[in-house]
Each structure stands twice: as C-alpha cells, then as structure tokens.
C-alpha cells in the first residue's frame, strides 16, 4: 500500500495544477463511460437469447399469417360450394347426404382454428420476452444507479477534501498576512456555470 502511495506521490509531483485538474475530468468522464459500457453490454448478455427467440417467432408468425389468409379462403370457398351442394341434396331427398356435406368444411375450420391458436401462443411468448426484457432492464438500471451513486459519493468526499482542505490552509495563511486573500466562493464555479446549476439542481432535490 505504501509502495502504491509513493508511486502515486511521485506522479503528482510532476503534474501542474491544471494537469491535475484535467485528469480529475477525464476520470470522472471515463468512469461513467466505463459504467455505462458495463451496463450496455451486460443487458445485451442478458437478452441475446430473447432476440434470438424473437426472431424465429417472429419469422414463424409472419408464415401463420399467410397460412391464415389462405385457410381462410379455402374455408370460404369450401362452405360456399357445400352450401350449393347441399342444398342440390336436399332437392333430391337425399337430406342426410346434404348435412354431411355440410360438414365437410370442418376440417378446414379446424386447421384454421389450430393455426389461429398458435398465432395466439406467439403473441403470449412475445409479451412475456418483452416483460422479461424491462426486467433486465430495471435491474440494470438498478445496479447502474447503485455503481454510480458510489462514483458519485467517491467524487463528493474528494470535492469535500479538497475544499476543506484549501479552505483550512487559505484561512490559516490570511491569519498570517493579515489580510483576507479570497472568497469561499471564489473556490467553486459561478451561478452561471453548468457545473453549479447540476449540482444546485440536485442538492436542491429537483433531480
């Protein structure tokens, strides 16, 4: 642990202030980059067998729908010719005949009801991905918050360090000279700047 603090030591000691602060920004950038990254890919992961499930159902759904067209037809066309039969049956007397024509189309009616219902597993299957899918998705943006929120508390103690720290040596040097040498507010970013309308925003609990 020593060994890392006076390695660390050392490459601080060669930064300038502004180089310091630059590294501070790109940490935090490459941090959240880094979190997000995490989370993206992590979902992706997670729901890499669901696209593929999507997929073939879908694929096989849009085949169900031309089955059903067609199914459709047929039975159409298929009771319209029993119909006419029939009713030629039963001129002739022969009524039993007739009715059993009129069955026929049943089998079709059945086909096309066999087809519809797996249209229906299909639609079943597809919200219960889609559900499983915002399940993944709430908990990643669970554990996206969770990793974040200690970022952001890590960054919040630094901000606090380095305040309190400029603060307690600037007081003591203004105790030395005599004078006043700054302003609290000199040390953070003005009303006007992004960095204090995010941070008032949020400590305000606006979100």
Do not use: H
Not at 44 to 70: P, Q, T, Y
Request: aromatic share 4%.
């Amino acid at each position: 642990m020593n060994a890392v603090t006076i390695q660390d030591r050392s490459v601080v000691e060669s930064m300038s202030a502004e180089e310091m602060s630059e590294r501070i920004r790109d940490f935090s950038r490459e941090a959240l980059a880094e979190l997000a990254d995490r989370r993206e890919k992590s979902y992706a992961l997670a729901c890499a067998d669901f696209a593929e499930e999507l997929a073939v159902l879908s694929k096989e759904g849009d085949g169900l729908e031309s089955e059903i067209l067609r199914a459709k037809e047929l039975l159409e066309a298929s009771t319209r010719i029993a119909r006419f039969e029939a009713d030629r049956l039963v001129l002739l007397g022969e009524n039993v005949a007739a009715q059993a024509k009129l069955r026929e189309p049943e089998e079709i009616r059945g086909e096309l009801a066999r087809i519809e219902a797996r249209r229906g597993e299909i639609a079943e299957r597809c919200r219960e991905i889609e559900t499983a899918k915002k399940t993944e998705l709430r908990r990643g943006a669970e554990s996206f918050l969770s990793d974040c929120t200690g970022l952001i508390r890590g960054a919040e103690s630094g901000l606090a360090l380095i305040l309190d720290g400029a603060r307690s040596t600037l007081n003591g040097l203004e105790t030395e000279i005599g004078a006043s040498v700054y302003q609290p507010a000199d040390l953070t970013a003005d009303e006007k700047s992004n960095e204090w309308v995010t941070l008032n925003r949020l400590y305000r609990g606006r979100g």
